[in-house]
């Protein structure tokens, strides 16, 4: 686990904190995400789509499919934006949650 807030940009050039209290609240609700932080940070930067949270409009849901976690799986990574750009929490899923989809990676 880091022990300090991480920056990370994401692909529309804003700057996504990752604050230390954060990520250790994702770590101690959804364990298993502990080991992949880089990929958190990945899914930041290079989502394969995002979607708008339905029961929050300034919510935003990271999404990234990787084979090799879990035998292939979603990290979703939720973002809340306003004048602070920052993590909420992150986990795994195999599913994709409901929400308005406002970009999607066409490769």
Known sequence: MFIKTIIVEDLFG???????????????????????????KETIESPDFIKMSSSDKSVRMYYKYFSNVFDGKYILVV?????????????????IKAGEELWKNKN
Do not use: G, S
Request: glycine residues 0%; positive net charge.
């Open 14 to 40: 804003r700057k996504i904190e990752i604050p230390k209290e954060r990520w250790k609240h994702a770590c101690i609700h959804h364990p298993e995400i502990e080991p992949f932080i880089e990929l958190v």
């Open 79 to 95: 973002i809340k934006t306003n004048k602070r750009n920052f993590l909420l929490t992150t986990y795994i899923t195999d599913y």
